[in-house]
């Protein structure tokens, strides 16, 4: 209409015949059973067709790493106009990984660590996973095991036993001494459901057996453990503790790959409960978003953020149960760099009143960690070709941010005074 300046638009809508899958067929899966490919198809024998769901097959299938990249689910004519036939043609590669990697750190020295995985092991889909790794400061190794569909039903059940073998230690100057020693021992079975395509939740128990030491020729006197020397709080953290925890997860995933995702969103919502028993009693939570974005040209752009609170149940929380930051969360920082810590100055107490001392003039400082924690990264990978990304190399410009606070200050000692 000229004279109102509008213009009037009808949509004509016919409504096309509904088209029904007529089979799905799967090729070339010469390793993996057919039933572990079938059930990430969200389509069955005789249901309508839905391109939503064909691609949501594809991306499932793909996130499971058995087969070649950019896998897609070709539509075929049925035997009628209103038949498909879905055709998967696979093309199967390694689903076992063995890590070794070896390096030298100012902070750590020597540094080494092991790892294999299997991804579809015996072809039916199960992860199995075997982890070592040596330090100056730690050592660790842990075995696992993952059932995706435990008879065949939605339910997946998996566990893992560890040891790990951890030193704490203090900066004076520009040297690094240990503070205490913890030694942790223990398993943690687990099961998830889905609760929708994108929605699962996970339940959790965990055992575990800590033993926290010191230096006895530094810090004890008369055989004890001496608050002058050590401060109270770290006195608190020795002896033998044993950790029984029960927890649950909930997870939102709709990204396009499990292993390496170029787009979608992941959220998890965690809680443990310690208490079932054992020695120690707290509660714990946790929450952390991931979203990844495609900017096109193979350039990934990903922001996350997370975040903790951990309280005491009738007692403080344990110095090896909060939470610290440092490397590798936070790369560029000491390991467990970021939050409070305790500076220890060192005095002459052969004078009256006592000075600074001057064979001792540095500052030890040792971290505390806290029972709230925030950490917040935004990182861009950069492009490189096929080659170097199948060697595992993927480099990237990032920004870290983040911070430790809260807990109870410790109960230092002036034995100046």
């Known amino acids: 209409d000229a ?55 594809e991306d499932r299938i793909n996130s499971l790493g058995y087969f070649q990249d950019k896998m897609t689910i070709k539509q075929l004519p049925g035997s009628a106009p209103d038949r498909v036939i879905l055709e998967t043609n696979l093309e199967e590669k390694s689903s076992g990984e063995l890590q070794l990697s070896a390096g030298y750190s100012s902070l750590e020295s020597f540094i080494a660590s092991a790892s294999i995985t299997q991804r579809n092991f015996r072809g039916m889909g199960q992860e199995l996973r075997a982890n070592a790794s040596l330090s100056s400061y730690s050592k660790s190794v842990s075995l696992g095991f993952t059932e995706p569909y ?12 560890f040891r790990r073998d951890y030193s704490s230690y203090s900066t004076t100057g520009d040297s690094n001494d240990t503070t205490y020693e913890q030694v942790s021992t223990g398993f943690q079975i687990r099961a998830a459901v889905p609760l929708t395509e994108y929605w699962s939740a996970t339940a959790r128990y965990g055992l575990s057996y800590d033993q926290v030491t010191l230096d006895e020729d530094t810090y004890y006197t008369n055989g004890a453990c001496d608050p002058a020397i050590a401060g109270a ?35 998890s919502i965690s809680q443990d409960f310690a208490g079932l028993g054992g020695d120690t009693k707290y509660i714990r939570s946790t929450a952390n978003y991931t979203k990844y974005m495609n900017l096109g040209s193979s350039f990934i752009l990903s922001a996350h953020a997370e975040g903790g609170y951990i309280k005491g149940l009738g007692q403080d929380v344990r110095l090896t149960d909060r939470f610290y930051l440092g490397d590798p969360q936070m790369r560029g920082f000491d390991i467990r760099g970021v939050g409070p810590r305790v500076t220890r100055t060192y005095y002459d107490t052969s004078t009256v009143p006592a000075t600074l001392s001057s064979t001792n003039s540095s500052n030890t400082q040792t971290a505390l960690g806290g029972t709230t924690y925030y950490q917040a990264r935004l990182e861009l990978e950069l492009p490189l070709g096929a080659g170097a990304r199948e060697l595992g190399l993927r480099p990237s410009i990032y920004l870290d941010v983040g911070a430790v606070f809260g807990g109870k200050k410790p109960a230092l000692t002036d034995t100046c005074a």
């Open 233 to 267: 709080y770290l006195c608190d953290a020795v002896g033998n503790r044993w950790t029984s925890s029960i927890g649950y997860s909930l997870v939102f995933d709709n990204t396009n790959s499990r292993m390496r995702p170029t787009k979608g969103s992941k959220l």
């Open 3 to 57: 004279d109102t300046l509008t213009m009037g638009i009808n949509f004509n809508i016919a409504e096309a015949k509904r088209t029904y899958v007529e089979r799905v067929e799967i090729n070339g899966n010469t390793q993996t059973k057919d039933k572990v490919v079938r059930r990430e198809i969200r389509l069955a024998e005789g249901d309508a067709f839905n391109s939503f769901q064909v691609k949501r097959s």
């Open 150 to 161: 435990m008879f065949d039903t939605n339910v997946a059940l998996g566990g893992d036993i």
